[in-house]
């Protein structure tokens, strides 16, 4: 039997003034061990006029993980932090009990012609964390874990594998993994993976099982332990994945929680314009209303 278990392809998306693939959540599949949330931004190409512009919104329960392959994103939060992030470094936010963020173009390329590619992921905190402080960490391309192996690249974005730890600052045990390739390749690293699993193929394609996989589909593993395939040359996949919380995790909009009453409150602070602030912004993004079904 095989050990892709589910597909997912990506659904297009807008987030305000950009549109992006849906990747997570998916009704079948809801989480990925701890990874609850997946968007493929890009890649997209944008005039001097055109900017990314996503106001002020807010998170709870949360961390965010955003990795771009092109482009640069300003984030600002409520912290107080004001960060640019490149390609290769990683922009990673706590949310826990309340935060809220913006991200747009800097203001050096709202003139001129630009490029954005990249991943913007939310990973649920662990209950017992879920209403902590805020915190905001960035760690620089340099300082990512990389290394070459039989003429494949891998990266270690986030968590812990093949006795190499990122330092990107995760709260339970998880996986973000990068694997390149010029020439083609055979890949089986089942041993080293563990918990939940998943396979996102951003270019080139892989075969498995019998059976060839291209981009912008995400393959949901039967079996982490089996994680073997073969890569087409000049292939870029994520290997995602680590241990399932034991409560579910509920989504609304841009929260989540182990409890849907911490939701409800989330959602009235945010009509109420009660949390906290980024400086120097005034803009904010509306609770949206939702239609039955």
Known sequence: MSNVGLIIEERAANIGNFMVGRLLPFSQKRSVGPFVFIDHMGPAKMKDY???DVPPHPH?????????????????????????????AVNWM???????????TPEYLRHSEKSMH????????????????????????????????EGVSYKLIAGTLFDRKSAVPVHSPLYFLEIKNKEAASINIGEHLFGESALY???????SDGENYEPKHILIANDATLCSFD?????????FGGNAFPEERYIHW?????????????KQAWKAQTFPKVPGETEFVPLPVYKAK
């Not at 193929?201 to 075969?207: D, F, M, N």
């Open 50 to 52: 055109e900017n990314l």
């Open 60 to 88: 709870i329960g949360l961390s965010t993980l955003t990795y771009l392959f092109e482009g640069s994103i300003m984030h600002r939060d409520s912290m107080g932090v004001a960060m640019e992030i490149q390609p290769g």
């Open 94 to 104: 706590t949310a826990g009990k309340g935060v809220t963020h913006s991200e747009r």
């Open 118 to 149: 990249g991943l913007q992921i939310w990973v649920a905190l662990p209950k017992e964390l879920e209403d902590c402080e805020p915190s905001f960490s960035h760690v620089e391309a340099a300082d990512i874990p990389h290394w070459e192996e």
């Open 201 to 207: 193929i951003l270019e080139g394609s892989i075969h």
């Open 231 to 239: 890569m087409a040359p000049n292939t870029t996949v994520y290997i």
């Open 254 to 266: 841009n929260f989540v929680s182990s409890d849907k009453e911490k939701i409800e409150a989330a």
